[in-house]
């Protein structure tokens, strides 16, 4: 069963602690982005890697967001310090992409449901 | 203006009947879209994708593209109230560094 996985599920935090969310994109994927669903603004891209080099983050703030991808099976997606507004719903998605095509369909997962208080 | 709208909805049609979801695209370098379904509480589910000017048919699904116009639509036949879901268009560009850009979604209901 072929899918995207992220940990933790949920997460409540105090604000201005850090907060990780890692994420398994499907096996074989070369692409991984990060989006974020609030009510108010839809998703939101934040972050989109192809072989694990970043090509557009442009979406995240980059005073307090940080996303890498340390090896092909591992995204993960860092806040601090954490404040009330991030609290969300993060989404990582994977893709596959071949030559110089353009980005991929994208896969979801479950999602991290962030509260920041 | 977003880059891609939706009417936010809530769409309501009785079961059975053709459901009609709607949106349009401001970037004109926008080559492919895609229909997603998110159930409340749930990540967004691939339904549909649309590449070609024209009508694309998948089971109950049939997915519109008019890149004149700028308009994707998508039709659900004979609705089920398992239908009844968040209904988000997406747009990409053919090649560069955007990711898939996506609409605010339309609410569907499908009453029994």
């Known amino acids: 069963d072929a899918r995207v996985t992220q940990t933790p599920r949920h997460k409540v935090t105090e604000m201005g602690q850090e907060v990780t969310m890692r994420c398994q994109p499907i096996l074989g994927h070369n692409t991984v982005f990060w989006y974020r669903q609030t009510m108010m603004q839809g998703l939101e891209l934040l972050a989109y890697?192809?072989?694990?080099?970043?090509?557009?983050d442009s979406g995240m703030p980059k005073d307090r967001f940080s996303a890498e991808m340390p090896d092909a099976t591992l995204a993960t997606l860092k806040i601090q310090p954490s404040e009330p507004r991030d609290s969300a719903v993060y989404f990582c998605?994977?893709?596959?992409?071949?030559?110089?095509?353009?980005?991929?369909?994208?896969?979801f997962g479950q999602g991290t449901r962030l509260t920041v208080v | 203006q977003k880059e891609v709208e939706q009417n936010s909805g809530p769409l309501s049609v009785p079961e059975g009947a053709i459901a009609s979801l709607n949106c349009t695209y401001s970037?004109?370098?926008?080559?492919?879209f895609f229909w997603y379904r998110q159930y409340s509480g749930k990540s967004p589910e691939l339904i549909m994708s649309?590449?070609?000017?024209g009508d694309k048919e998948d089971g109950r699904f049939t997915a519109q593209l008019n890149k004149a116009s700028q308009y994707v639509s998508l039709l659900i036949r004979d609705s089920q109230p398992s239908d009844s879901a968040t209904y988000l268009c997406a747009s990409r560009r053919g090649t560069g560094r955007r990711a898939l850009t996506f609409g605010s979604g339309t609410r569907l209901q499908v009453q029994p």
């Open positions: 970037d004109r370098v926008s080559q492919s």
């Open positions: 649309i590449y070609s000017n």
């Open positions: 890697f192809r072989n694990r080099a970043p090509l557009d």
């Open positions: 998605a994977s893709g596959l992409v071949l030559g110089s095509e353009g980005p991929p369909e994208a896969f």
